[in-house]
């Protein structure tokens, strides 16, 4: 989930407390239909250009009505072969998205009806017992040899969110790729509320990475939900690059690589996105690690067999 540092909002069941934040990392990626291919690419491409970052990457957002969407359009340099081969698989999904700094843990199913499950809490630890658990199923993965397009779906989500549509679209592009990642969602009252609280409180100051002014050359950044919005998806991009950066390396130091790359990535817009020191973090998703791992192999429950009589 992720994307977003998070403040807690109302008690959920047994007392928990999740950010709202936190709720939107559930979302992940986007919702409506994309264009054409080469249209596509040609509008991911301007908004790169026009992108204030200093790098290939850019971020927007928008909020109607009830409808929230949030992308990233942002150019990498790795084979797009190498890549569509390997992000069709949920357990690589996993990987990145445990990155976040929301994502107490994710397991995934394989088979007739795939899904990932992301448990997703407060920045600080959490065991995924005490997270709010989130089910996306994959409803399609498509591949071509110039094109790979990957959706996610959850109809009900914590707060009354509901339908999560989720697209990860990776396309060729010179020696590299071009990849958009967009979410949509749908807030009901409960989650209005909580969001009003949240920007009237903790995430008052908070802002994203829209430039929307100046003032005496320092650039004035998009706040509010859209910029909540704008945190979370970019920690979740920030994911998949250090998930490939760092794919080439030996199995053993994989997961403490990917970590001090995600934390390295993200800390390079510290207004944004710094949430915890750099040791913590990497202590805690170590401890968050072994849980995750704990439940992607523990056995199925066993069902209970109740006396008739």
Not at 200 to 207: L, Q
Not at 229 to 251: G, K, S, T
Not at 271 to 291: F, G, P, S, V, W
Request: glycine share 8%.
């Amino acid at each position: 989930m992720p994307r977003l540092p998070l403040v807690p909002f109302a008690p959920q069941s047994g007392c928990r407390r999740l950010p709202l934040g936190a709720l939107l990392a559930l979302a992940l990626l986007a919702g409506h239909p994309l264009p054409a291919l080469a249209d596509g690419a040609e509008e991911w491409l301007a908004a790169i250009a026009e992108s204030p970052l200093g790098e290939p990457i850019a971020v927007t957002s928008t909020v109607r009505g009830g409808v929230v969407e949030g992308a990233v359009y942002a150019r990498l340099p790795y084979s797009f072969e190498l890549v569509s081969s390997e992000l069709e698989a949920l357990s690589v999904w996993c990987e990145i998205t445990f990155l976040h700094i929301n994502i107490k843990s994710c397991v995934y199913r394989e088979g007739e009806n795939p899904l990932l499950r992301l448990y997703v809490g407060r920045a600080r630890y959490e065991v995924p017992e005490y997270a709010e658990p989130v089910e996306l199923v994959r409803r399609s993965a498509q591949m071509d040899d110039d094109w790979l397009l990957i959706e996610l779906e959850a109809d009900r989500g914590p707060y009354g969110t509901r339908d999560y549509a989720i697209i990860v679209h990776v396309v060729p592009h010179d020696t590299g790729i071009l990849v958009n990642l967009e979410y949509s969602l749908r807030f009901g009252l409960i989650a209005r509320l909580a969001a009003r609280v949240y920007l009237a409180t903790g995430g008052r100051d908070r802002v994203g990475f829209t430039v929307v002014g100046d003032d005496n050359g320092e650039a004035q950044y998009i706040g509010g939900l859209e910029g909540m919005i704008e945190r979370n998806v970019m920690r979740f991009y920030l994911a998949l690059q250090a998930w490939l950066d760092i794919r080439d390396r030996p199995a053993q130091e994989q997961l403490q690589a990917r970590l001090e790359r995600w934390f390295d990535l993200t800390d390079e817009y510290p207004r944004q996105l710094r949430e915890l020191d750099r040791e913590t973090y990497l202590d805690q998703k170590q401890r968050e690690y072994a849980n995750q791992q704990r439940q992607q192999h523990a056995p199925p429950p066993r069902r209970r067999i109740l006396d008739l009589d």
